[in-house]
C-alpha cells in the first residue's frame, strides 16, 4: 500500500511540473492602439492560468476584458477557449497550442467577430475533478488538447485587423 501511494505522490509531482512550466506567449498583432508585434511569455502560473486579455479598444469604444484567452487544466480535462462580450469585440484572439492537431484535439480557438459561435459570451463553468468520459469529443467554444505540458500562443488580432462589425 505504501509503495502504491509513493507511485500516487510521484504522478501527482510529475503533473504539477508539467503544468506550472507550461508556457504562454501572447503575441499582438493589432494594427495600432497596443502597437503591432509586442510580445510577452508567462510561465509557471500551474493550473489556474486566469485569463489573458487586452482593454484596448477600436474605434473608440469602451476599454474592458472584451475578449479573454481561458485555461482549465484539471489532470483529466485540459481545456482552453475563448470569451467575448456578446454585443462588442474589442481585438480578434486565437489561442494556439504548439501540438499537431490531432483530429478534434489541439485545434486553434480563434474568434474574429462579434458574431462568432468559437467563443463563450460569459466564462464558463467545469465541474472537476471528475473526469469527462474518455471518448468525449470537445465541441467548440471548448477546446482540448490532451497532452501535458503543452504551450500555447494567444494572439490578438490573429488576421493583423481590428474585427468586423455587424
Not at 3 to 16: D, G, P, R, T, V
Not at 74 to 81: H, K, R, V
Request: charged letters at 10%; aromatic letters at 14%; a positive charge.
Amino acid at each position: 500500500m505504501r509503495s502504491f501511494l509513493l507511485l500516487i505522490a510521484q504522478a501527482l509531482l510529475l503533473y504539477i511540473g508539467l503544468v506550472a512550466a507550461q508556457t504562454y506567449t501572447v503575441t499582438n498583432n493589432c494594427p495600432s492602439a497596443i502597437g503591432p508585434g509586442q510580445s510577452v511569455v508567462k510561465t509557471g502560473l500551474g493550473t489556474f492560468a486566469g485569463f489573458f486579455y487586452t482593454t484596448t479598444h477600436s474605434a473608440g469604444r469602451p476599454v474592458g476584458e472584451l475578449a479573454r484567452a481561458g485555461f482549465y487544466f484539471e489532470p483529466n480535462y485540459w481545456y482552453y477557449y475563448l470569451v467575448k462580450d456578446p454585443d462588442f469585440l474589442n481585438t480578434g484572439i486565437s489561442i494556439t497550442p504548439d501540438q499537431p492537431v490531432n483530429g478534434p484535439f489541439c485545434t486553434v480557438a480563434a474568434c474574429e467577430t462579434v458574431d462568432c459561435n468559437t467563443a463563450y459570451t460569459s466564462p464558463p463553468v467545469f465541474h472537476g475533478p471528475v473526469p469527462p468520459p474518455p471518448d468525449m469529443i470537445p465541441v467548440p467554444p471548448v477546446y482540448q488538447c490532451k497532452v501535458p505540458g503543452t504551450n500555447f500562443r494567444i494572439t490578438f488580432c490573429p488576421s493583423g485587423n481590428w474585427p468586423r462589425r455587424r
